[in-house]
C-alpha cells in the first residue's frame, strides 16, 4: 500500500511540473513570442534544470507540441460549447464566433496550435484525441446534411483558419469582417 501511495505521489508530482513548464511556456509566449521559449529560459523561469525538462518533453519542440495539444483540448471545449448553447439558433454560426473569438483572445497560443512547425500528426491514426474532438466539434454540424460532411468539415474548418489567420495578421480589412462572417455562415448553413 505504502508503495501506491508513493508512486501516485510521484505521478501527481510529475504532472504538476509537466503543467507548470506548459504554463510558463505560455506565459511566455504570450509576452515576448515563441522564439523567447527555449529551454534554458524555462528551466530559469521555473527554477528547474533543463534534464528536468528535457525528462518531461524530450525537446523544445515536444513543449511546443504539447501546449499545442492542449489548445486544441481548450479550442474543442470551446466549440463545444458553442454548438451547444446554439441549439435553437444556428449552430455554425455560434461556432464561427466562438472560433474566432478563440484565435483572436490567444494569438500565441493559436500561433503553436496552427503556425508553428510541429510533428502534432492530424487525420493519422496517432492523432491525439484533443484534436479528434475539436475537428468532431465541426463535423458535428454537418453530419446529416452532407454525404461529404467530412469533407465539408475540413473546407468550413480551413475557412475559419484562413479568416482567423488573415485577420491576425491584418491581411484583411477589419471594416468587413461582419460581412465576411455573414457570407461565410450563409455559405456553410445548409437547409433543414
Known amino acids: 500500500m505504502t508503495t501506491s501511495r508513493i508512486a501516485e505521489r510521484k505521478e501527481r508530482d510529475k504532472q504538476a511540473?509537466?503543467?507548470?513548464?506548459?504554463?510558463?511556456?505560455?506565459?511566455i509566449a504570450e509576452l515576448e513570442g515563441w522564439?523567447?521559449?527555449?529551454?534554458?529560459?524555462?528551466?530559469?523561469?521555473?527554477?528547474?534544470?533543463?534534464?528536468?525538462?528535457?525528462?518531461?518533453?524530450?525537446?523544445?519542440?515536444?513543449?511546443?507540441?504539447?501546449?499545442?495539444?492542449?489548445?486544441?483540448?481548450?479550442?474543442?471545449?470551446?466549440?463545444?460549447?458553442?454548438?451547444?448553447?446554439?441549439?435553437?439558433?444556428?449552430?455554425v454560426e455560434s461556432i464561427v464566433a466562438a472560433y474566432l473569438q478563440f484565435a483572436a483572445a490567444s494569438p500565441a497560443l493559436y500561433e503553436v496550435m496552427f503556425l508553428l512547425n510541429l510533428s502534432v500528426p492530424f487525420g493519422q491514426a496517432d492523432t491525439p484525441?484533443?484534436?479528434?474532438?475539436?475537428?468532431?466539434?465541426?463535423?458535428?454540424?454537418?453530419?446529416?446534411?452532407?454525404?461529404?460532411?467530412?469533407?465539408?468539415?475540413?473546407?468550413?474548418?480551413?475557412?475559419l483558419h484562413g479568416i482567423a489567420d488573415l485577420t491576425r495578421t491584418k491581411r484583411l480589412p477589419p471594416s468587413r469582417q461582419k460581412e465576411r462572417v455573414k457570407k461565410l455562415v450563409e455559405l456553410f448553413t445548409f437547409p433543414g
Do not use: C, D, M
Not at 511540473?17 to 506565459?27: C, E, F, L
Not at 452532407?146 to 475557412?159: G, M, T
Open 17 to 27: 511540473r509537466r503543467a507548470q513548464i506548459i504554463s510558463a511556456a505560455r506565459r
Open 35 to 91: 522564439a523567447n521559449v527555449t529551454v534554458r529560459r524555462l528551466s530559469e523561469e521555473i527554477s528547474y534544470s533543463q534534464p528536468v525538462l528535457y525528462a518531461h518533453f524530450g525537446s523544445r519542440e515536444g513543449i511546443l507540441a504539447a501546449i499545442a495539444v492542449e489548445g486544441f483540448g481548450e479550442l474543442g471545449i470551446a466549440l463545444e460549447k458553442a454548438r451547444k448553447r446554439a441549439k435553437g439558433g444556428n449552430a
Open 129 to 159: 484525441p484533443e484534436l479528434r474532438f475539436g475537428f468532431a466539434q465541426l463535423l458535428e454540424l454537418f453530419q446529416g446534411q452532407s454525404a461529404r460532411a467530412e469533407l465539408v468539415a475540413e473546407l468550413f474548418w480551413a475557412s
